[in-house]
Antibody
Framework: QITLKESGPTLVKPTQTLTLTCTFS??????????VGWIRQPPGKALEWLAL???????RYSPSLKSRLTITKDTSKNQVVLTMTNMDPVDTATYYC??????????WGQGTLVTVSS | DIQMTQSPSSVSASVGDRVTITCRAS??????LAWYQQKPGKAPKLLIY???SLQSGVPSRFSGSGSGTDFTLTISSLQPEDFATYYC?????????FGQGTKLEIK
């Protein structure tokens, strides 16, 4: 059974760096073809893809946020970490991590709401 | 980036109705399309992948079709649990992009 869970701060101040951890089970990020992505959703708005990391450490980023994002994995801990620098109130959103298949994300975490406010 | 446009943005329907939601890509994406259902306060759930393949465990009243730029999600007979927001997502090229969502409401 595949499960994912996001963890991290619920409140960050403007200009701070956000660090989110996705802890997963039921699959290995060292298995060929496997990926884990991050997607966010501002309150009442649509989904926005942020980043994705593959089993071979290939990393992909949203072009509009690339300069602010870093995604890493710790295969031994079954974790993927996303950092986003220079947080702004417009970054207030629910952040999801998800297991990636060739077409689509088939397993999602429950999401974590991050509020950016001073 | 490939833009995904869904229509309608919202639709009202009754239990038992047949409902179709459309998704148009700004350029051809072959069959690299997924559909998701999202209920309030919950994570999205994958319904359809590769435009027409039903994800395991998803009821057969859900179906997807299309290729290239135009796609549809059809719910053949609405059930009370189907009232939710639906999103399409292209997986043809990076970055993956989502439609703006279609809210399916009870009439």
């Amino acid at each position: 059974q595949i499960t994912l869970k996001e963890s991290g701060p619920t409140l960050v101040k403007p200009t701070q760096t956000l660090t989110l951890t996705c802890t997963f089970s039921g699959f290995s990020l060292s298995t060929s073809g496997v990926g884990v992505g991050w997607i966010r959703q501002p309150p009442g708005k649509a989904l926005e893809w942020l980043a994705l990391i593959y089993w071979d450490d290939d990393k992909r980023y949203s072009p509009s946020l690339k300069s602010r994002l870093t995604i890493t994995k710790d295969t031994s801990k079954n974790q993927v970490v996303l950092t986003m620098t220079n947080m702004d109130p417009v970054d207030t959103a629910t952040y999801y991590c998800a297991h990636s298949r060739i077409v689509g994300f088939d397993y999602w975490g429950q999401g974590t709401l991050v509020t950016v406010s001073s | 980036d490939i833009q995904m446009t869904q229509s309608p943005s919202s639709v009202s329907a009754s239990v038992g109705d047949r409902v179709t939601i459309t998704c148009r890509a700004s350029q051809g994406i072959s069959s690299w399309l997924a559909w998701y259902q999202q209920k309030p306060g919950k994570a999205p759930k994958l319904l359809i992948y590769a435009a027409s393949s039903l994800q395991s465990g998803v009821p057969s009243r859900f179906s997807g079709s299309g290729s290239g730029t135009d796609f549809t999600l059809t719910i053949s007979s609405l059930q009370p649990e189907d009232f939710a927001t639906y999103y399409c997502q292209q997986a043809n090229s990076f970055p993956p992009t989502f439609g703006q969502g279609t809210k399916l409401e009870i009439k």
